[in-house]
């Protein structure tokens, strides 16, 4: 499975940006965004299981809003009120029952204050 990533770039603060994640193929039970800023570990954005169920990080509840298009493959991460510390990779990931999983290559997201 193929993960392509796209939609990052520089924004100023309180900016948006839609990320963008191309799946080559159907049927994983969840999909999600992750990020990593310089010097800290990745951490989890936004999960969608299949059904359409989101989840979210503290940070990223009341701005951020995740969606998977299952007709078209496309998992998207909608970014509202960018803050600087929101400046990372962003990557996203697919599960597939049981125990597959596959990431894309990341996108990066800047926010200059």
């Known amino acids: 499975v193929q993960l392509q990533a796209s939609g990052g770039g520089l924004v100023q603060a309180g900016g948006s940006l839609r990320l963008s994640c191309a799946a080559s193929r159907s049927g994983a039970d969840g999909m999600a965004w992750y990020r990593q800023a310089p010097g800290k570990e990745r951490e989890l954005v936004a999960t969608v299981a299949s059904d359409g169920r989101p989840t979210y990080a503290v940070f990223a509840k009341a701005r951020f809003t995740i969606s998977l298009d299952k007709d078209e493959n496309i998992l998207t991460l909608r970014m509202n009120k960018l803050e600087p510390e929101d400046t990372a990779v962003y990557y996203c990931?697919?599960?597939?029952?049981?125990?597959?999983?596959?990431w894309g290559h990341g996108t990066q997201v800047t926010v200059s204050s």
């Open positions: 990931n697919a599960h597939f029952w049981p125990d597959r999983e596959y």
